[in-house]
């Protein structure tokens, strides 16, 4: 069974910074794709960014794109999403998720088997 516990979010200023981290256990994940996701209120859970377990490619949304880093660290089994620059539309729940799949990263949340339980990221102006 995998687990995901994201960590790390928390109130910032816009322009700040903050990083994330999502502990992983189970199996082994090299079959896995791993991304992130957040949900303001009011709106429906959207793409951040994800990363292949194996080979470390990665994909970010428009939004995100040049500010945000995701990577991870295989001997710790852990997921990282790296913010600068926050802005108040950064502001949301951030989920962690990982995607049992052989195939190449996907944006679609229902692609993603596993979800973690969320960490707040609130980016006041």
């Known amino acids: 069974q995998v687990q995901l516990v994201e960590s790390g979010g928390g109130l910032v200023q816009a322009g700040g910074s903050l990083r994330l981290s999502c502990a992983a256990s189970g199996p082994t994940f090299s079959n896995y794709v791993m991304g992130w996701f957040r949900q303001a209120p009011g709106k429906e859970r959207e793409f951040v960014a994800a990363?292949?377990?194996?080979?470390?490619?990665?994909y970010y949304a428009d939004s995100v794109e040049g500010r945000s880093t995701i990577s991870r660290d295989n001997a710790k089994n852990t997921l990282y999403l790296q913010m600068n620059s926050l802005k108040p539309e950064d502001t949301a729940v951030y989920y962690c998720?990982?995607?049992?799949?052989?195939?190449?990263?996907?944006?679609?949340?229902?692609?993603?088997?596993?979800w973690g339980q969320g960490t707040q990221v609130t980016v006041s102006s």
């Open positions: 998720a990982a995607a049992r799949r052989i195939g190449g990263i996907t944006t679609k949340a229902s692609d993603y088997n596993y």
């Open positions: 990363i292949r377990w194996i080979g470390g490619s990665t």
